[in-house]
């Protein structure tokens, strides 16, 4: 891990599992809070934290202000991203939620090849084809006859909207940054969401009585402000610029696993075995999209 790409794939890692955790919470706090409200408060949170380390080591330099346009282009799928995965855990499992998500290498390798004309070897292309099937094999919750009718539930066609935005986001990271350190850019990033955020949801945000809240949303709140906002945030920036776009998809195909023993952990049921199935396929993609040559 002593080489930047290494500590790209260290990156990646982290991120899968952090990541996870917020397909679980996410589901247990969806029921209880408007998307638009939970999101602008754990964005809002986020963005102060990381502005106060970003102050603490010297501040935003003033051409890292040129272009903000940049910013809220980014900042607006990450909203997009967010808003949808909460609309989503609503009437969707978190296994099968987390499987959509493994379908956005796939957009990224095509995104990538369009913005950055990064081109994939055969080896590539197979395993972000083995990563779709078992995404595909979960979402369906391992029913033949439902994948073959192509009737996937709200919620993962809410998610998938959201995903595309997400596949979007990889590929701009090096495109558009500017030299500007990682985290001056994500809290760039950060501000601009926020800002999309508040004026999209201020009437969810007024509503929301949140002395009444229940624990679990502001453990949540907790939760995805520092590690699957701030932390992924960096995390995800930090790779794209180290790693290829498929390489840095690629370990979304792990999050499946992670949201698993996500749910063992919290003491809730583990999927069908069949399921099993579509999960050792994203593990194996996973194995073929990081092997170098």
């Not at 913005?115 to 078992?134: D, E, K, N, P, Y």
Request: proline share 5%.
């Amino acid at each position: 891990m002593r080489t930047d790409a290494g500590r790209g794939h260290l990156a990646m890692l982290v991120f899968s599992a952090v990541v996870a955790g917020s397909f679980s919470l996410g589901a247990m706090a969806a029921p209880h809070i408007a998307p638009a409200a939970l999101n602008a408060g754990r964005f809002l949170l986020a963005t102060t934290v990381l502005g106060i380390v970003v102050a603490a080591r010297g501040g935003v330099p003033r051409w890292a202000l040129a272009s903000p346009w940049r910013y809220l282009l980014i900042g607006t799928l990450m909203a997009i991203y967010f808003l949808l995965m909460f609309e989503g855990l609503k009437t969707a499992e978190p296994v099968s939620m987390s499987a959509v998500f493994t379908l956005t290498p796939v957009m990224a390798a095509g995104f990538g090849w369009l913005l950055m004309r990064q081109r994939m070897s055969r080896r590539i292309a197979l395993g972000l084809t083995i990563g779709a099937a078992g995404a595909l094999w979960v979402i369906f919750r391992a029913d033949l006859a439902a994948l073959l009718r192509f009737a996937p539930g709200r919620g993962e066609m809410i998610f998938f909207v959201g995903c595309t935005a997400h596949a979007v986001y990889a590929p701009l990271v090096p495109r558009l940054n500017r030299g500007e350190p990682g985290l001056v850019f994500t809290l760039g990033t950060m501000v601009a969401g926020t800002l999309v955020l508040v004026l999209w949801g201020w009437r969810d945000i007024l509503a929301t009585d949140w002395a009444g809240l229940p624990t679990i949303v502001w453990v949540t709140i907790l939760y995805t402000t520092v590690a699957a906002t701030a932390l992924s945030t960096v995390l995800l920036q930090f790779a794209a610029m180290r790693l290829p776009s498929a390489k840095v998809m690629a370990y979304t195909y792990l999050i499946p696993s992670w949201v698993i023993l996500w749910e063992l952990g919290l003491g809730r049921s583990a999927p069908p075995a069949l399921i099993l199935v579509g999960i050792a396929m994203s593990v194996l993609a996973v194995l073929l999209l990081l092997r170098d040559g």
